[in-house]
């Protein structure tokens, strides 16, 4: 919607308004509308007006008597022609006044496209006096929807804030970060990133930024909980998911898996397994929960623990823990589980994904995934031995591994009378990026 006041003459001496505003709008790509509204005139004699447009090779050669209205819609508009069009009035004497000053309006059409940011809002933390101590940077990604050329602009309003690219085509991603060095000493500030597209058919609202410096003594530790699986779990085998959510008032830096240790191992000593990936937006009940601390949207976590390679081949009791830390040295126990592991009575095929690693981002045209595969005796799961792997993206097949050898780590660990492929376990398989769209 573009709003104008336009002023217009009468050709006697009374001087009153015509367009007032032009509201452009899309209903359908073969008759797309152009509707035009203005101010009424305050003389009393007014009888109507004549709006007089054209397409902006031939403007103003036709025209209509809307009568003593105020509004018109050009229903039968061109997608993507410009417009040009102006109002006269008229008196009951039958008098004109002069044409309004012009406007123009492009028509659009039901393919015109959109640009969407995936965030309305972001929140920050920092430590007073430890700008280390502060909410990572954050992503927001911008998509474009429909064909067309759609060019944007980004710009922070505040000095403590910053985001990069200033500006771009069609969909993108933008980094938002604090200054550090222009936060403000204390208490809670507030910003915002303006996105101005061009060529889009839609108005992208400022993205609302909150800031909280946070006293040293009053920061507090992370909070969450572990989910699945569910505690005393038996007959486990394969891929265990160890599941849940973790926030903080300024940043979660990770969230640690560790088990107790078995026989064999340092007693009292928790054994590290590997951290879990913060995923965006799994958890959107935790983010509606905690709106205003940073990056609740990427509350959720897991990790995929894949049994067989536990001790004693992931058969026996295991009892795992989940601990929370924040960037500002906190660490919190998130919960334990205990499950009860049974691989060798398995009669499925195991394996693992070992590229790109889980929240990994992947660029470029071409990608090699690498992975490995087993299964029991006397049946065998890769390829050469004839089993079967597929390869999905987003649940879509796009094709199957090959490559397939031995890796000395897995035939180290799974002896060869017991698991008869080892040595053809590994194998790789190139992904393209729009295997993905």
Do not use: C, K
């Given at each position: 919607m573009t709003i104008n006041k336009i002023p217009v003459r009468r050709v006697a001496t009374v001087v009153f308004l015509a367009i007032a505003w032009v509201l452009l709008a899309v209903l359908q790509a073969s008759a797309a509308q152009i509707q035009l509204a203005w101010d009424p005139n305050?003389?009393?004699?007014?009888?109507?007006?004549?709006?007089?447009y054209g397409p902006s090779t031939a403007p103003y050669t036709l025209s209509v008597d809307v009568?003593?209205?105020?509004?018109?819609?050009?229903?039968?508009?061109?997608?993507?022609?410009?417009?040009?069009?102006?109002?006269?009035?008229?008196?009951?004497?039958?008098?004109?006044?002069?044409?309004?000053?012009?406007?123009?309006a492009t028509a659009g059409s039901a393919t015109s496209p959109t640009l969407a940011a995936d965030r309305a809002s972001l929140a920050f933390g920092i430590i007073a006096g430890v700008p280390v101590s502060r909410t990572a940077l954050q992503t927001l990604r911008l998509t474009q929807t429909g064909a067309g050329t759609?060019?944007?602009?980004?710009?922070?309003?505040?000095?403590?804030?910053?985001?990069?690219?200033?500006?771009?085509?069609?969909?993108?991603?933008?980094?938002?970060?604090?200054?550090?060095?222009?936060?403000?000493?204390?208490g809670t500030a507030s910003a915002s990133i303006s996105i101005?597209?061009?060529?889009?058919?839609?108005?992208?609202?400022?993205?609302?930024?909150?800031?909280?410096?946070?006293?040293?003594?009053?920061?507090?530790?992370?909070?969450?909980?572990?989910?699945?699986?569910?505690?005393?779990?038996?007959?486990?085998?394969?891929?265990?998911?160890i599941t849940g959510w973790a926030i903080d008032d300024v940043d979660v830096a990770k969230v640690r898996i560790l088990r107790d240790p078995v026989a064999g191992e340092p007693a009292?000593?928790?054994?590290?397994?590997?951290?879990?990936?913060?995923?965006?937006?799994?958890?959107?009940?935790?983010?509606?929960?905690?709106?205003?601390?940073?990056?609740?949207?990427?509350?959720?976590?897991?990790?995929?623990?894949?049994?067989?390679?536990?001790?004693s081949?992931?058969?026996?009791?295991?009892?795992?823990?989940?601990?929370?830390?924040?960037?500002?040295?906190?660490?919190?126990?998130?919960?334990s589980r205990t499950v009860t592991c049974a691989n060798s009575s398995a009669t499925q095929p195991f394996g693992a994904i070992d590229t790109p690693a889980p929240g990994a981002t992947v660029a470029g045209n071409a990608y090699t995934s690498f992975g490995w595969v087993l299964d029991r005796a006397p049946r065998r799961a890769d390829v050469p031995g004839g089993g079967a792997v597929s390869v999905f993206i987003d649940g879509n097949l796009v094709g199957s591994p090959s490559g397939w050898s031995a890796r000395s780590d897995i035939s180290g660990l799974f002896p060869a009378a017991q698991f008869p492929g080892v040595a053809n376990a590994t194998a790789w398989s190139p992904l393209q990026p729009w295997q993905a769209l």
């Open positions: 305050s003389e009393t004699d007014i009888a109507g007006y004549i709006v007089q009568g003593n209205a105020t509004s018109w819609t050009l229903a039968s508009a061109t997608a993507g022609a410009t417009y040009n069009f102006r109002v006269v009035a008229y008196n009951v004497a039958g008098e004109r006044s002069d044409a309004s000053v012009p406007v123009t759609v060019t944007w602009t980004a710009a922070s309003n505040s000095a403590w804030l910053q985001v990069s690219p200033a500006s771009g085509t069609g969909s993108g991603e933008l980094t938002v970060s604090l200054v550090p060095g222009a936060a403000p000493g204390g101005a597209a061009t060529g889009a058919s839609n108005v992208i609202a400022p993205i609302a930024v909150s800031l909280n410096v946070i006293p040293a003594q009053n920061s507090t530790a992370p909070t969450g909980v572990i989910d699945t699986p569910a505690d005393n779990a038996a007959g486990v085998t394969g891929s265990l998911a009292g000593q928790l054994v590290y397994i590997g951290d879990a990936t913060m995923v965006e937006d799994a958890r959107p009940d935790v983010a509606t929960l905690y709106p205003g601390l940073p990056r609740s949207y990427r509350a959720g976590w897991g990790y995929l623990l894949l049994t067989n390679m536990l001790p081949l992931g058969n026996g009791t295991f009892r795992f823990s989940a601990y929370a830390d924040d960037v500002d040295g906190h660490s919190t126990l998130l919960g």
